[in-house]
């Protein structure tokens, strides 16, 4: 584990091995000449109390100000915080799963493993990402999305159910077209 300069480390916190806290955002602006120039990131990491941060994890500092994991959330292994990101008290996080800069995630969010958030949305209280979503619009609290792009999640489950359902609703469409044909009257 590795913590860098200013950052805030509260109470009761587990933080694995290989994990970085406080690295440079992932932040260039783009020049003239076509390469980039890095943006000083000089903001912090705030990790409140009772906070459990999973192997192998890095969580970058504030482009300004400060990137912060709220109090009782818990980070899996091999997660990805962006610059300025905001992580709700009571959030869970599953491995692999990258949030992009400026996100804001409220309480009590639930993120399935290997999903994607990108930068500057809000994610309400109480959400539910599904693993391997990429979500890319803000999120209602409550919501629970699921695919990528990430939609509502019973309605997806009730796309894929109808979707295996495919060929026989086809065998049974051709069946009513023939039906209908034989009753057509015959125009002599």
Known sequence: MKVLHSCQIGNNVTVHAGTVIG????????????????????????????VEIGANSTIDRATIGSTIIRKGAKLDNLIQIAHNVEIGSSTVVAAQAGISGSTKVGKGVMIGGQAGIV??????????????????????????????????????????????KLPELERRIKELEQLIQQLKPTVE
């Open 23 to 50: 690295s440079d955002g992932f932040g260039f602006a783009p020049q003239a000449d076509g390469s980039f120039a890095k943006v000083p990131q000089i903001g912090n990491v705030i990790v409140e109390d009772d």
């Open 119 to 164: 930068g500057h949305l809000q994610i309400g209280d109480g959400a539910k990402i599904n693993a391997q979503s990429g979500v890319s619009k803000n999120l209602e609290p409550g919501k629970a999305v699921t695919g990528s792009p990430a939609h509502e999640y019973t309605s997806a489950l009730r796309s894929q159910a109808l979707s295996r």
